[in-house]
């Protein structure tokens, strides 16, 4: 199985940056596609971005040029710079792992993400 491990959350002003950071470790040969997910008490979990093998990502509308998903191959690893953030983007942030063999996504215990004066 895939483990996944996240770090890098914490408390930022309004326009400020924050870097994620997710560490894979396990059975990770089959892993398709890394991404990140965010989650607020009460709602969805919502898709913030994903990144395929061979480098194709996929952001969602929400971001607007705002954040860069990356990743580190040799060392397992998946990244989010998030950059210019908004109250509205406090929640908790999981990472994920898909593989493609299996059609599993394993999830990260997730980091909290606070944007707040």
């Known amino acids: 199985q895939v483990q996944l491990v996240e770090s890098g959350g914490g408390l930022v002003q309004p326009g400020g940056s924050l870097r994620l950071s997710c560490a894979a470790s396990?059975?990770?040969?089959?892993?398709?596609?890394m991404g990140w997910h965010r989650q607020v008490p009460g709602n969805l979990r919502e898709v913030v971005a994903t990144m395929s093998n061979d480098g194709t990502t996929n952001y969602a509308n929400f971001v607007q040029g705002r954040f860069i998903i990356s990743r580190d191959y040799t060392r397992n690893t998946v990244t989010l710079q998030m950059n210019d953030l908004k109250p509205e983007d406090t929640a908790v942030y999981h990472c994920?792992?898909?593989?493609?063999?299996?059609?599993?996504?394993?999830w990260g215990q997730g980091t909290q993400v606070t944007v707040s004066s």
């Open positions: 396990g059975s990770i040969f089959d892993i398709s596609h």
């Open positions: 994920n792992a898909y593989e493609s063999g299996l059609g599993r996504v394993t």
